[in-house]
């Protein structure tokens, strides 16, 4: 089966399915309005369509100049070893240095960083910057970023 690859915003019942299929929905609990709010606002987007349907996609939170961070790289499981999340992966690479962009960092699920290295990413080195903000879901009254 073909498979095509593009750089639209996918329906949001398609995406929602798709993040679904991840698992990851367990702990963010993302309606599907806010996951369509998410991926609006990415800067660089790659899907995967086999027949129409969407079966992998990766996408690009960047300022366009400096830095660029990849997320969100999905392939449902199905269609997974078939060469499909290389191909999202070097499209978003592809689009990182024809920008230009000077640090290109990678939020990837736990396992999957040997896909990753086979890239050309490496691992951040134990006292590398950079941490992470955990949080209880958002309240009803919190603002964008979860605060008060």
Known sequence: ????????IPGRDAYF????????????????E???????GSWH???AYADGKLVGSGRIIS?????ALIVDVIVLPEFQGQGVGTAITERLLAACRAARLR??????????APFYRRL??????AGAPGMDYRQ???????GPSGLR
Not at 17 to 32: D, I, K, Q, V
Not at 120 to 125: L, M, Q
Not at 136 to 142: D, E
């Open 1 to 8: 089966m073909a498979v095509e690859y593009r750089n639209d």
């Open 45 to 47: 987007m790659v899907n």
């Open 17 to 32: 399915a798709l993040f679904e299929s991840t698992g990851w929905n367990r702990e963010y609990g993302m309606r599907p």
């Open 63 to 67: 300022d366009g100049v400096f830095h």
């Open 136 to 142: 209880a879901a958002r309240s009803a009254t919190a």
């Open 103 to 112: 640090d290109v960092q990678l939020f990837c699920a736990k396992g999957n």
């Open 120 to 125: 050309g990413f490496t691992d951040r080195d």
């Open 34 to 40: 806010e996951l369509r709010e998410a991926i609006r």
